[in-house]
Every structure is written in C-alpha cells, then in structure tokens.
C-alpha cells in the first residue's frame, strides 16, 4: 500500500508528487494522457527552431517564485515580451485603431489617451472612444481594479450577478461593456454573462489586481515566456521524481474511499491502494469520475455546474517578424473576433518568429467548430484584415501552423480554470478544495496566489502535500 495515489501530472499534480517525496512519502503518480504536464503542453516545431506552447506560455520571475526556482534550477533561458512599436484594438470588422504600447501614459502624446486593459490606447483622429466613453471605461476598470487590490472574501450580492451585470449596474456604456467582455474572454474564455462578478474580482485579487493578470510588462503576468517552451519544466519535475513513479496512460475509473484505504483503478484495469489520494484533475471532471461514496452533495453541484472555458490557441510561426518590419509588436485585441487577443511569441535567438492568437469565448466556440483547413483560414483572414496586409505574401505562408483546441480534449475539456456557475462561488465557498474523507484536492483553481495559471498550480500542490504529510503524522524524510 503506497502511502499517497496522485491523480494527475499537470502541474500542481507533479508538485504534490515532488513535494510528497521529499517529504520521504511513498507514492504514485497516476495520469490520463500518454505526456506529463496537462495544460502545460509544447510539442517541437519542425522546423527545430523550439517548441510551440499551446497550453501555458508566460511566467513573470518577479513575481511568481515557485516556476521561476525551476526555470533557475533547470537552467531555462527567457525571452522577454516585446512591449515597444505599436499596438491594434480591432473595434469591429472594418474598423481598427492603432496604439502605442506601454503601460505607462506618455505625457506628450496628443491627447486622448487613455489606459485600458492594461495597454495604453492614443486616440487618433478616428479615435473610437469619445471622451465621455474614455471616462466611462476608465471608471469601470478603476473600480474593479480597486475592488480587487482588497483583501477582503467575495461579496455574496456580487456572486448573484454576473460581471456583465455588475458593470452595467455601476453605469457602464455599450464600449465598456465589450472591453469588460474581452477580459473575460482573454482570462477565462468565456463572455461577461456566464461569469459572476464576485468570482471574477476575486481571481484578480489572486492575482495582484486586474492590471497585474492583464500586463505584459514586469508588473504582470505575461511578462516573458521561455526559448525553449514551459513542458520542459513539466519534464524537469517529473525526473526529479522519477518516472517510475509515475503511470502514464492510465485515466482514472474509480476512487473508493475506505476510511483505512483508498482504492483508484483505471480504464486500463489497474488498480492502486494506498492510505490516501491528491486528486489534481480540473474539478468539472469530477462528474466523469465513479466515487465511493459519491461525493458530498454540495460538492458535486459546485463542479459539476461549474463551466470550462472555450480556451484556444492557434501559433502561427514565420520566418520574418513582417508584423515588426510594419512598426507592430504583434500585440492586438479584438472585439469583433474570432481572435481576441494576440501576442508575439517570437524567440529570435532560435530565428522563430511567431504570433499566438486567443481564440476564446462564444466567437472561439464557433470557430472551433470548422475543419482545420476552414480554421487556419478564418486566423490568417483576421491577422491580414488587422494588419491591413491584404494579399502580402509573407503572412499568408507560415512555416507552421498549430492550433489546440482545448475544450475538444477529454481531459480538460476546456480552460483555464472551471468557473462557478452564478451563485456556487460563495455557497460553496467552505467545501470547494476542502479535503473528502482521505481524499484531498490540488489544482490551479484553488490556489490563492496566482489562480489559473502554473504557480497557482505549484502553489496548490505544495500545500496539498503538506496536507497529506500532516494527516500521516509528518515529514518521514530524514533530509
Ligand atoms: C491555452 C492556455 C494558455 C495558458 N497560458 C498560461 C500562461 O501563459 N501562463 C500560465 O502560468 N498559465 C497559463 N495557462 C494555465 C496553466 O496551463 C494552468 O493553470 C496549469 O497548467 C494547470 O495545472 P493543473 O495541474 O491545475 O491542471 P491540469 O494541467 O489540467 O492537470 C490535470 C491533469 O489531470 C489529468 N487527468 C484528467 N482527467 C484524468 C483522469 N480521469 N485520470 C487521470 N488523469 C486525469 C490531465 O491529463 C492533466 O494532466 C494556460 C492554459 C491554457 C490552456
């Protein structure tokens, strides 16, 4: 009998895993897919200029310590994100505006200017956002950047409404209300009306405020990424492990809790027994999962009412930065879409240069639904219509081409996080992440630092460990 089962090796699952070791445990790693990582997945280019990450990308070394200790330990180069030349907000198919990027307003630039969403918009003579639309904007995202630098729990009035609500109710404008829309969409992959607002300040609160989970500077979360892709860190832990321990292709049936074991068998017919399980799978996949006993009621209408989002990424590498070599930075959002957001994930040192586009939200689901010929088309249309490139040739031939669709794979079944439905995030605020008998519970959504992304995933492993190592009486390593 192993002392702890983990279910899972993403990120916080490989954590657990690593932490219960080092804390002299016996244990074993138990995982779906035939990889280590989960969200965190960059498979090699072709061209063998590095990885494309089509799951998590950005980490930022200020301010997120876990995933920074093993890019140190694992000695990982970093590339900083571009934030020089020029940005575009796509207003609508036809309309766009150009934008300097930076997060800090430049006094002598004509005015209006106007910070939002974490980037500084100059408003051109065709500027789209009057001045009285500035202020309206301006107000909203103070307020939730206010609301969110307080450390304080979700408020239950905000839990029964969704953001959408919440902002109209303080008095924003239609414009608003699609930047509004857009954070979503870009953070959860989801729209305004499907995420409550309690639920939404409060992850920004887990994440230094809504500028902070929004910037690409140092300030923020997409500060830089890494030369060589973040699943060689997903690599680097698992063979701290060992990977003896840990059994790939193996999903998880059944959990039976015993009080004095804990039985896991796989679809594969193997079969676990150990004194307790860190179950890390994203926690709207509980409801494919058979427990006994079930687990508590409240339990199970929190996940399984909770949404993942429609979370897509397509990677477009080039041979030439052409977006640069026309004064861009690569770095556009939209509120017309299918893309919502796209950021340079160049790494010149290796001669890759490409663009990352968001395909999130409802605009993201229907997207997904085309074949990938029709999918790859619809990418490079909007991309060509933004940069206002018509027929040039450079952009119409990438070298490669990925997109991931999260939502269509059956062990995430979409991203970041699962959201609450309106009205579980507070209800269910003492039994979400709690531990069920022996078993306990490790995912990035539970973490209170850095939710949604790889150190809210560390983090929640770390603790998880420490949770199961405490219930057995302590640490037995003698290091
Ligand atoms: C497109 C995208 C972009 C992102 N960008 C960033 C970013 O830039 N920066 C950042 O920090 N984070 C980013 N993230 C988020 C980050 O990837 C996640 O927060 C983190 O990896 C989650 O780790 P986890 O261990 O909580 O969950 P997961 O990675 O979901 O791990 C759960 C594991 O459980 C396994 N599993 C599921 N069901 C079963 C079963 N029945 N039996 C056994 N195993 C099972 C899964 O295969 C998986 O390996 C991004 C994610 C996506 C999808």
Redo the contacts with the bound molecule.
């Keep these: 009998m192993f002392d702890v089962l983990i ?8 954590q657990a895993a690593l932490s219960a070791k080092e804390a002299g445990l016996s244990f074993a790693v ?4 035939d990889r ?5 997945w960059s498979p090699p280019l072709a061209s063998g200029r590095g990885r494309a ?7 930022n070394d200020e301010m ?1 310590p876990l ?1 920074t200790a093993y890019v140190r330990r694992f000695g990982m180069k970093t590339v900083r994100q571009p934030i020089d030349l020029t940005s575009i907000m796509q207003v609508s198919e036809t309309e766009r505006l150009e934008f300097p990027f930076g997060m800090v307003p430049e006094v002598n630039l004509p005015p209006p200017s106007i910070p939002i969403n974490g980037y500084l918009v100059v408003a051109n003579s065709d500027c789209q956002f009057a001045s009285e639309e500035r202020k309206n904007l301006e107000m909203i995202r103070d307020h939730i950047e206010a609301e969110s630098q307080k450390k304080k729990p979700p408020k239950p009035e905000d839990d029964l409404l969704s953001l959408d609500a919440y902002v109209r109710k303080l008095g924003a404008n239609e414009k608003t209300c699609k930047m509004v829309n857009i954070w979503v969409r870009a953070m959860h992959g989801l729209e305004s009306t499907e995420e409550s607002a309690a639920h939404f300040i409060d992850y920004c609160r887990r994440n230094h405020g809504l500028l902070a989970a929004r910037a690409d500077d140092h300030t923020g ?2 500060y830089m990424r890494l030369a060589e892709g ?1 699943q060689p860190i997903a690599f680097g832990i698992a063979d701290l492990i060992g990977y003896q321990y840990i059994y790939l292709g ?4 059944s959990i039976t809790d015993e009080n004095d074991k804990i039985t896991i068998t ?1 679809t594969e017919g193997k079969t676990f027994v150990a004194k307790k399980a860190i179950v ?3 926690s709207a ?1 509980f409801k ?2 058979h427990w006994t006993p079930a687990l508590p009621t409240a339990l199970q209408e929190r996940s399984s009412n909770a949404k993942l989002g429609h ?3 397509a990677v477009i590498c080039y041979d030439k930065p052409w977006w640069r070599d026309l004064g861009f930075n690569g770095f556009f959002f939209s509120f017309s879409g299918p893309i919502s957001i796209v950021r340079d994930s160049s790494v010149p040192e290796k001669g890759l240069y490409g663009l990352t586009a ?1 395909v999130n939200g409802s605009v993201g689901a229907e997207w997904a639904k085309k074949d990938p010929h029709t999918r790859r088309r619809i990418i490079l249309e909007q991309l060509a219509s933004v940069y206002n490139v018509g027929k040039d040739p450079e952009l119409w031939r990438p070298i490669e081409f990925f997109d ?1 669709i ?1 939502k269509h794979e ?3 079944q979409g ?3 699962p959201i609450p439905a309106i009205g579980h995030y507070v209800k269910h605020w003492d039994i979400h992440g709690k531990p069920v008998g022996n078993i306990h519970f ?4 539970y973490s209170h630092h ?1 939710k ?6 560390l983090t ?2 770390r603790e998880g460990a420490a949770q199961v190592v405490a219930a057995l009486g302590g640490s037995r390593s003698r290091l």
């Design positions: 279910v899972g090796a993403g990120m916080s699952g490989l138990i995982e779906a897919r280590v990582g989960g969200k965190v990450d089509l799951g998590a990308a950005w980490i997120q995933i979360g997409n973040t193996q999903p998880v049936h796989t890390s799978i994203p996949l494919d999962l979370y897509s990424k968001f991931q999260w059956p062990y995430s991203a970041l996080s490790v995912g990035t959504e850095w949604g992304y790889m150190e809210g995933a929640s492993g």
